[in-house]
């Protein structure tokens, strides 16, 4: 899986998380049909961020991600990533 955006001098990576996806814990809205399947869809997606995270800062880089659902106000995210960079 890749960033969305990397700032590789800065060895920062950006993620933008898709709340459906990913299962934000804000909006995510579990399916009526076929729940098992994706019960278990957005699991394998949360198990694989957090190794891809955990792989990220093994090697050195800071890890930014952001839920799909705050890019419509994305003043606090910004202000997140602007942090990291330094």
């Known amino acids: 899986v890749k960033p969305d955006f990397v700032f590789p001098r800065e060895?920062?990576?950006?993620f933008v998380d898709g709340c459906f996806w990913h299962g934000?814990?804000?909006c995510y809205t579990r399916p009526k049909s076929n729940r098992?399947?994706?019960d278990a869809k957005v699991a394998r997606n949360q198990?694989?961020?957090r190794r891809v995270t955990r792989q990220?800062?093994?090697d050195g880089?800071?890890?930014c991600r952001i839920?799909?659902?705050r890019l419509k106000r994305p003043?606090?995210?910004i202000r997140r990533i602007l942090r990291m960079l330094g």
């Open 24 to 26: 934000c814990p804000r």
């Open 36 to 38: 098992k399947f994706w």
């Open 47 to 49: 198990a694989r961020d």
């Open 56 to 58: 990220l800062r093994a």
């Open 75 to 77: 003043e606090a995210g």
């Open 61 to 63: 880089w800071s890890v």
């Open 11 to 14: 060895r920062v990576a950006v």
């Open 67 to 69: 839920w799909e659902c």
